[in-house]
């Protein structure tokens, strides 16, 4: 790699700029290239739902569980996923412990094409049970769908209920993605039955994903690490950490439209009283007046284990808990926020890639949608290009590896940073606003397909693929709540590598702080802050496959692995 053009200021008092990173920097297994590659708003089951792995792995999922049949029936014991809605009392809580199972699924609001108006879903049944249902018995699997479940903070947190995960339905029915029209609750939210859908993978449905699973690893207990979207959990897998309201490098406090409140208006069962993305979407954890913050702390007091630092939350901090766009340019200047704009400020914290560059180990941030010296239009979102985000990256030279996903694909024959992160462009990622799964499936084939052509860097490299968060679709599995900003339901993780074990199923507890534990034993770097979850120990699994004894822990992927004979 030639050496960094860099800017005008001092490389001395930027550590990170310090070394000059290699493709060949030490590794302690055969791993030598890490790709990482991020769909969207998928969860476990809405994709593994039905999925039956080889002789001698088990897996836990819908179908396993008897909750349907391979078919995508209603299965022995449908009745451990059937939504319920809870007795209130007029305040926000994230543990009803009563509650009432609904009699039938209500019709679920989608568009017919991108761009079109919400309207009911007349293809599926009026008369379904309140539970998961199979998608792709009423539409085909490549079919464009914007049946997109609400998949915000306060609400996830609602919808896992204390664990129960019994909640998906009522959260998008009650609150949706945010009471923008405050004063009319009445109003709808056009959100709630399509969470409960799910793909067909033993009907034929994720054939590709299928397919990889079968032949490398997969985990059953992977997580995204914030409840809710998109921005966060994207944050979250270049900082290990969620992002704060900041003036000039210091932790403020925003203006009071941008604190989101979760209690319900007067009068509501639980339309939020400040939400949504032109809202409220900053919490300020540490002080239990605040809105939404008692009833999420009181429930981390019920556990029988002690929270990461307390629940992870600063004095004084206001963390950003939902999707705003970055306060950067694509080139790097300081954005002007349009009209009803609201953007994420500039952050000062620790990353994934001022770490690697200040340990000499070279990486790229490859982003679909960046052409050259622009982007394209419908394809790129700088709310999936966390980087841009950090004042380290966008005001040096570093802000030069942040590059397209062309450079990608060029890259894997003239030669590929030992760590690259891509996201796919919007209308590839998977996310139901966009498209289908079926168009993240050939993206990630896109990909394995070119790095496979190349034997010498397959013989060097892992991918994994992997999705930010589960879009607000439901999933049965266990959630560990670390701290007070997550975990949230489980995502689809594959490891595709010669050195990824054949046809296993991992049970090991992980997160997205599991990507970046993964990369530090692997490359001998530390954590990336006191802060950051890549502190918490691996896990021990003695008692459950899935639950840690030793709670709160994430792996660090290494069992989806076999590197000695």
Not at 57 to 68: D, H, M, T, Y
Not at 75 to 89: H, I, N, R, V
Not at 238 to 248: I, K, L, N, S, T
Not at 521 to 529: F, G, I
Request: proline letters at 8%.
């Amino acid at each position: 790699m030639p050496a960094l053009r860099l800017p005008l200021f001092c490389a001395a008092a930027l550590p990170w700029l310090a070394a000059i990173p290699s493709a060949t920097a030490q590794t302690t297994t055969p791993i030598k290239n890490l790709i990482v590659v991020v769909g969207e708003n998928t969860s476990f089951d809405t994709l593994f739902a039905t999925y039956q792995p080889p002789q001698g792995s088990s897996v836990r999922n819908l179908l396993s569980a008897g909750i349907v049949d391979a078919q995508g029936n209603p299965g022995s014991a449908y009745a451990k996923a059937l939504q319920k809605f809870p007795t209130t009392d007029g305040k926000f809580d994230v543990d009803f412990k009563q509650t009432t199972p609904y009699k039938a699924l209500p019709r679920p609001y989608a568009r017919a094409e991108k761009g079109g108006p919400k309207r009911i879903d007349d293809k599926i049944p009026a008369d379904l049970p309140a539970g998961p249902f199979p998608i792709t018995k009423y539409r085909a699997y490549t079919d464009y769908t914007d049946s997109n479940p609400v998949h915000r903070f306060f609400q996830m947190w609602q919808q896992v209920n204390g664990g129960r995960n019994d909640l998906f339905l009522w959260a998008g029915l009650t609150s949706g993605e945010g009471a923008k029209d405050k004063k009319d609750p009445t109003r709808g939210t056009y959100y709630g039955s399509e969470t409960m859908g799910f793909y067909n993978m033993a009907a034929g449905d994720v054939p590709y994903f299928k397919q990889l699973a079968q032949q490398y690893a997969i985990s059953d207990n992977y997580h995204q690490a914030i409840m809710g979207g998109t921005m966060p959990n994207y944050f979250f897998l270049a900082f290990g950490d969620v992002a704060r309201y900041q003036e000039d490098g210091k932790t403020t406090t925003p203006p009071e439209l941008q604190v989101e409140n979760p209690e319900p208006v007067s009068g509501s069962a639980n339309w939020y009283t400040n939400s949504g993305y032109s809202a409220g979407s900053h919490v300020a954890c540490a002080d239990e007046t605040q809105p939404g913050v008692s009833a999420i702390r009181r429930y981390l007091k019920t556990l029988p284990y002690k929270s990461f630092n307390d629940g992870n939350c600063e004095t004084g901090a206001y963390y950003l808990v939902n999707n705003y766009a970055s306060p950067y340019t694509f080139k790097g200047g300081k954005k002007t926020p349009a009209a009803n704009q609201l953007l994420g400020t500039i952050q000062t914290i620790p990353n994934i890639a001022t770490q690697l560059q200040a340990a000499g180990v070279s990486w790229k941030w490859y982003h679909g949608g960046r052409d050259g010296a622009g982007v394209k239009k419908g394809e790129y979102a700088s709310d999936t290009d966390p980087l841009t985000f950090s004042k380290q990256i966008m005001e040096s030279g570093l802000s030069r590896q942040l590059q397209g996903d062309a450079d990608f694909f060029a890259d894997v024959d003239k030669g590929l940073p030992a760590i690259s992160f891509i996201s796919p462009p919007l209308s590839q990622t998977g996310h139901p606003h966009y498209g289908s799964p079926a168009y993240f499936e050939s993206y990630v084939k896109n990909i394995v397909d070119k790095v496979q052509a190349n034997p010498k860097v397959w013989e060097q490299t892992a991918i994994l693929v992997t999705y930010d968060e589960g879009g607000g679709y439901f999933d049965s599995g266990y959630v560990q709540a670390v701290d007070f900003f997550g975990d949230g339901t489980r995502v689809p993780m594959i490891a595709v590598s010669k050195w990824a074990k054949s046809g296993h199923v991992d049970h090991t507890y992980y997160d997205h702080a599991s990507i970046h534990k993964f990369i530090q034993r692997n490359w001998n770097l530390k954590a990336l802050s006191a802060r950051s979850r890549d502190n918490l120990p691996n896990p021990v699994h003695s008692k459950d496959a899935y639950v840690p004894d030793n709670r709160p822990a994430v792996g660090d992927l290494m069992n989806l692995f076999q590197f000695k004979p």
